[in-house]
């Protein structure tokens, strides 16, 4: 899973909502559902609600899920949208972000994020791929695992979900993930790895679109003067 996408989300959502309700919202979550791995099969509507754990996070629960259709700058591709709700109360965080499919490889071209009871802010996707201020996309990746993982064969698992017929990938970084084409919008039933664990809790087949208002423009100047994301009217 990509850690410098999180480790910025992290770094700046404090300053711009306030650092608890933020932290405790389990920001690795973010940078991991934008992330994920396994083979991609998007369903408007489908998803699934995961148990997530992480050593710095601990427990939490998120839930991922395709939303929309569009097309943006001529490229067709999905809105995958990720709630996760602070442990401690406060309300959901969401964050939706635009997968475009080129070449077998996918990249997220538009990210906006919602923290409760603000306004939606559109964050620029590149910065938290070591690329500069303003970048249009991720780094690509194999929209399909098999194309990146060792195929270990088809297993049965059992989640909290249900049991499913699941075709098991070891990738190189040392993660374990089942898939099931039953599951949209990555087949994700189960993964460990060195530096998390997720588990299919429930799949989700009537999803909505749960941002709300128009997306402002993430400003750095408004981070670095302490300023914070308007209230949601």
Same mark, same amino acid.
């Given at each position: ?15 711009l909502?306030g ?13 991991m ?22 050593p ?8 991922i ?6 097309? =943006?700058?001529? &490229?067709?591709g999905? #809105?995958?949208?990720m709630?996760?709700q %602070? +442990?401690?109360?406060g309300? /959901?965080m969401?964050?939706?972000?635009f ?15 919602q923290?409760p ?30 194309k990146?993982?060792q195929?270990?064969?088809?297993e ?7 049991t499913f017929t699941?075709e ?6 040392g993660?374990?993930?089942? =898939?099931?084409? &039953?599951?949209?919008? #990555?087949?994700?039933?189960?993964m460990? %790895? +060195?530096?998390s664990?997720? /588990? ?5 087949t ?17 981070m670095?003067?302490g ?7």
């Amino acid at each position: 899973m990509n850690l410098k996408k999180s480790s910025f989300l992290a770094a700046i959502l404090p300053l711009l909502f306030g650092g608890a309700a933020v932290a405790q919202m389990g920001m690795g979550g973010m940078g991991m559902a934008n992330s994920m791995r396994g083979v991609w099969n998007p369903v408007i509507g489908s998803g699934g609600l995961y148990q997530l754990e992480t050593p710095q996070h601990g427990s939490s629960q998120m839930q991922i899920a395709i939303v929309g259709q569009d097309t =943006v700058d001529g &490229k067709a591709g999905y #809105w995958l949208e990720m709630g996760m709700q %602070s +442990p401690r109360g406060g309300g /959901t965080m969401y964050s939706k972000s635009f997968y475009v499919v080129e070449g077998g490889n996918i990249q997220v071209t538009r990210m906006i994020i919602q923290p409760p009871g603000r306004q939606p802010i559109e964050m620029p996707v590149g910065m938290g791929q070591g690329g500069p201020p303003g970048s249009r996309a991720t780094q690509p990746q194999p929209a399909d695992i098999s194309k990146a993982g060792q195929d270990l064969g088809s297993e049965s698992v059992t989640v909290p979900a249900g049991t499913f017929t699941a075709e098991h990938y070891k990738t190189t970084d040392g993660a374990d993930i089942w =898939v099931s084409p &039953k599951v949209s919008p #990555w087949g994700l039933v189960k993964m460990t %790895s +060195p530096n998390s664990n997720m /588990t299919l809790l429930k799949v989700i087949t009537d999803a909505k679109d749960q941002i709300t208002g128009t997306p402002q423009v993430f400003n750095p100047g408004q981070m670095m003067n302490g300023g914070g994301g308007p209230p949601q009217q």
